[in-house]
């Protein structure tokens, strides 16, 4: 499909620089069979029925953005070094998009806070895969010391202070490896969890860690060119069961956010439609004419125009009902993406 599909004016001052607080003020488009209706984060109860079930993103985003100096050598100068970690490929070694990417070579070694790497290759597509000389726990304490939250650039610049390293993590974040939130779970708070556990909702959790790939924009004219970067998750056997048994009973399953989806929609796809437990990378790119399988409802943000997210959207609910709701939300002055507001979808 042609990119420009996908397109629509969003003006800035609608892209929102905080949450609101609580979170679950926030507002959300409830884009219903009989229209749009406008409500907030805590009328999600009201919406939902007994013996549905929510599935929750459960991964921890880590402080990905790093700065550094590539020690001069044979005549070559220190310079100042940008990465943003993007993946883990085991065994120290991440992939990252760095700057400035054309003064590094592989062999060169960078210099960060408590600890240091090397550039072990450079890709065609721009970005590097630097091996570090710290591992494991220690690794992921260095981090934490010399690390920035990696804010997208639309929000602030992608400059994150203090606040943001409470701001940008969901109450669900448990496994520490996403270098991006799954932002719809930020919209949940004990008291909207204790609320739906008094409707009759279930819960459940996966594991997606996210990477940048996930929010990079669409470079090409027609989605078939698109190529999009795998990620790594898990489904837990007591997740695959929970939905096996909520589908048994009648109920729906209500992805929280675009990443739980196309973690379950993967599952789904490759196991005849049924969500087993499950392990493994996924690099599934979902435009309209997809075949879902495993989510009945979607609560996720507003995402940016042209972008792959939007696209899963558009494939889920609608192209023209999702334009026409995005147009609503302009109108209504909602706030878009990451810290901003949502919509409850239905396929």
């Known amino acids: 499909m042609r990119v420009d599909l996908f397109d629509f004016d969003l003006p800035d001052e609608l892209i929102a620089q905080r949450p ?3 979170r679950d003020a926030a507002r959300l488009l409830d884009v219903a069979p009989d229209g749009l209706h406008d409500r907030t984060v805590r009328d999600l109860p009201a919406l939902l029925s007994r013996g549905d079930l929510l599935v929750f993103n459960d991964t ?3 402080p990905a953005r790093l700065k550094g100096v590539r020690g001069g050598t044979a005549g070559r100068r220190d310079v100042a070094v940008e990465a943003l970690l993007i993946r883990d490929l ?3 070694r991440w992939l990252s998009f760095s700057r400035p990417t054309k003064r590094l070579r592989p062999g060169d070694g960078i210099a960060f806070t408590g600890f240091g790497a090397t550039v072990d290759a450079k890709n065609k597509d721009g970005s590097i895969v630097l091996a570090f000389d710290t591992t494991g726990p220690g690794f992921l304490a260095a981090l934490e010391q010399s690390g920035a939250v990696p804010l997208p650039p639309y929000i602030r610049g992608g400059v994150a202070d203090a606040q943001d390293r409470a701001d940008y993590q969901t109450m669900f974040a448990r496994y520490d490896g996403s270098v ?5 779970g930020l919209h949940f708070t004990p008291e909207l969890l204790a609320s739906l556990t008094a409707a009759g909702i279930g819960m459940a959790s996966v594991t997606l860690h996210v990477g940048a790939g996930t929010f990079q924009p669409v470079r090409v004219d027609d989605t078939e060119a698109h190529t999009m970067h795998a990620e790594w998750g898990e489904v837990p056997d007591a997740t695959a069961r929970a939905i096996d048994e909520t589908r048994t009973k009648g109920g ?3 992805s929280i956010g675009t990443t739980a989806l196309r973690l379950l929609e993967t599952v789904a796809r490759d196991s005849a439609g049924v969500v087993t437990a499950w392990t493994g990378e996924t690099d599934i790119f979902i435009t309209p004419g ?3 399988r495993a989510v009945d409802l979607l609560l996720t943000n507003f995402h940016l125009p042209r972008s792959t997210l939007f696209m899963l959207v558009a494939a ?4 023209e009902r999702m334009k026409a709701a995005y147009a609503h939300a302009v109108r209504e002055r909602y706030r878009f993406y990451s810290y901003g507001d949502c919509c409850l979808l239905r396929r």
């Open 20 to 22: 609101v607080h609580p």
């Open 60 to 62: 921890k985003v880590i």
């Open 90 to 92: 085991g065994g120290g």
């Open 180 to 184: 991006a939130a799954p932002t719809a």
């Open 252 to 254: 729906r399953v209500i």
């Open 290 to 292: 997809f075949r879902f």
């Open 316 to 319: 889920f609910a609608g192209l």
